[in-house]
């Protein structure tokens, strides 16, 4: 069976590596300078990271019984068809839960307490941190009050750590009555609503963390009508994906200040145009689509991969199986 890995971390094609020289499963690592197809078009199982896997790709590999994603968002994969053609699709729900939350937090902490790290002046030569005077005054974390939109596993981590910081914590899921069972503490959140009470709960929040999948529901769920909604005091952070939120609204919600700031992991395109007028502004932090990626998180990450195979290779469905019908 040949597997075909679209990897590009290099710790990441590590751990595979030591995990596959323990088994009797091969895998091929697809060379990005050469054309994709021909390396791929005899393949029963993909790996997939950021790569679209579209009609065109499904159709040029007919062998194809599995598509694994390597975090936990499939908007990259056509999922309907790739069913409509009987191969799974399969992610990761839970190995990288805690690396994304805890990522969260480093953005909240950065925008909050007014951070601005110039390689050029804020680090002398001595690799010390130069002391400057801030233009304004950071806030604790404390009492604040934090929306948390899409209440997965990983918003669950992010809830929980927000109480460990004294935070108020408001959570907006697609089924909330799905979690109530046994009472919203269960879930680390005081208030708990469905997307509707979206435009209630905005102007509450001190931070607005996203947390939910991108598909057709959510896409621009944040756009100009509730960004101003906000505080101007408040902060957006999003480590889900990029179209969930208007790219426009956003742009003009921060250069106006009708927003203090954003934080994102995760960008339109990626890797980022680096003339993209947002990378332009103070009020904007971008990390390169990196909160998943912990040694730890890795480590599970490849060993629900390979469970999935070996099912594969069984016959059986994988656990992970994202597909529907």
């Known amino acids: 069976m040949k597997i075909a890995a679209l990897v590009q971390n290099v710790e990441f094609k590590q751990r595979i590596e030591e995990k596959m020289r323990k088994t009797n499963i091969f895998i091929d690592f697809i060379k990005n300078d050469e054309p994709l197809i021909p390396q791929i078009m005899d393949a029963e199982i993909i790996i997939n990271s950021f790569n679209k896997i579209d009609r065109n790709l499904i159709d040029s590999c007919p062998?194809?019984?599995?598509?694994?994603?390597?975090?936990?968002?499939?908007?990259?994969?056509?999922?309907?068809?790739?069913?409509?053609k009987d191969i799974y699709v399969a992610n990761v729900p839970l190995a990288n839960a805690i690396s994304v939350a805890e990522h969260t937090f480093l953005l909240m902490l950065y925008l909050c307490k007014n951070i601005k790290l110039d390689p050029l002046q804020s680090v002398s030569s001595t690799g010390r941190f130069v002391r400057r005077e801030p233009d304004k005054i950071g806030f604790e974390l404390q009492g604040k009050n934090l929306l948390i939109i899409g209440l997965g596993v990983t918003g669950?981590?992010?809830?929980?750590?927000?109480?460990?910081?004294?935070?108020?914590?408001?959570?907006?899921?697609?089924?909330?009555?799905?979690?109530?069972?046994?009472g919203d503490k269960k879930y680390f959140v005081d208030y708990l609503y469905g997307i509707d009470k979206l435009v209630d709960v905005l102007p509450k929040a001190d931070i607005v963390s996203i947390h939910t999948p991108l598909n057709q529901e959510t896409e621009n769920m944040i756009g100009k009508k509730e960004l101003d909604l906000m505080k101007k005091s408040a902060y957006l952070v999003n480590v889900a994906r990029a179209p969930i939120v208007s790219r426009e609204a956003l742009l003009g919600s921060l250069v106006n200040k009708n927003i203090a700031?954003?934080?994102?992991?995760?960008?339109?395109?990626?890797?980022?145009?680096?003339?993209?007028?947002?990378?332009k502004l103070e009020n904007f932090v971008l990390t390169p689509h990196l909160a998943g990626w912990t040694y730890e998180a890795i480590d599970s990450i490849t060993d629900i991969m390979f469970m999935n195979f070996e099912r594969i290779l069984r016959g059986q469905i994988p656990m992970t199986m994202v597909n529907k019908g």
């Open 261 to 279: 700031g954003a934080a994102f992991d995760v960008f339109w395109e990626e890797p980022a145009d680096t003339d993209d007028p947002l990378l």
């Open 63 to 84: 062998k194809l019984k599995l598509v694994q994603q390597s975090g936990i968002g499939v908007d990259g994969i056509d999922i309907d068809y790739c069913t409509e």
């Open 156 to 182: 669950i981590e992010v809830a929980k750590r927000a109480k460990a910081f004294g935070m108020k914590v408001t959570a907006i899921t697609k089924h909330p009555f799905t979690k109530t069972v046994g």
